[in-house]
């Protein structure tokens, strides 16, 4: 009897399937219903008949769990598995390239004051009561400044009534005796500028000192320069350069100029104008006579000369 019921009870749960779900034609590959088609309906009537809807139900619960539970591991393993990336460090900031060495610019040469008028009184007994140091024989010209206010190289305004020459070699200060080889006349003055930068000429006197040695009127002259007192040594130390020209075109100064900083990179190379002319002053690095003087012996410009020239 609880048989009967129970088949009669699947019965009636097969029909509300049958009614509650819509035909639907299945095809099936595999298995005994794999010849031909199957409602949806008749499918669900066995089912719940012979009390298979409970084992079928279970099953598909148990199913769908452990289907779950692998997708979840699954899932979990995947991310365990997943390698993660450490973020990529930027790559270090390449290095400026160091800057190539800048040839500081030379020391300003300081100001050596001359008396006013370019000797004094102690100058001229410090002469009569000493022997000259050293003597040189050659030309002596005459010069003026070709502007009102122009500096000569000891630092001081350029005076014409004052007692001083220009010399390119001896220290600045330098006080000399300068006489005239055919007239004799001779009168005491002190070196306060460079020059003359004119090949075969020794001395440019100003104004006032080329009419005290007869020098003026016939505008040059052979004379002997006596040197009594330096203020610094003459024949070591002291600061160097080479001064070149006169160019008379001011883009072969520029040429010149450029040419020497290419052969001599740390030396301080300038072109600056003269009074009709252009010139080129190179000082080596620390204003070395002896690197100086090398310049000077194998420098050969296409115009003008090298003059080796001290600057204090």
Partial sequence: MQGTDVRADAGRRGRIWRGAVPWV???FTAGPFSAGRFSAGRLAGVLFSAG???K??????????????????????????????PPQALPPEAEPAPAAPIASAPARIPITPAPPGGIDDDDLTFVATHKPVLSE????TWYTAPYKGRRAANGQVFDDDAMTAAHRTLPMGSLVVVTNMKTG?????RITDRGPFVEGRMLDLTIASAKAVGVYRVGMAMVRMDVYETPKPIATGGRWCVQIGAFHDEDDAIALKA????D?????VIEFPGEKNFWVRIRPQGDDRASAEQIARHLQPVE???YLTRLD
């Fill in 25 to 27: 034609a299945v095809h």
């Fill in 52 to 54: 298979r809807f409970s």
């Fill in 56 to 85: 079928i139900l279970r099953a598909a619960v148990f199913a769908a769990l452990l289907a779950g539970l692998l997708l979840s591991v699954s899932g979990c393993k995947h991310r365990e598995n997943t390698r993660v990336v």
């Fill in 137 to 140: 024989v050659g030309y002596a």
């Fill in 185 to 189: 006349e001779s009168s005491a003055m």
């Fill in 259 to 262: 040419e020497l900083l290419n």
């Fill in 264 to 268: 001599y990179p740390g030396a301080n």
């Fill in 304 to 306: 003008g000369n090298a």
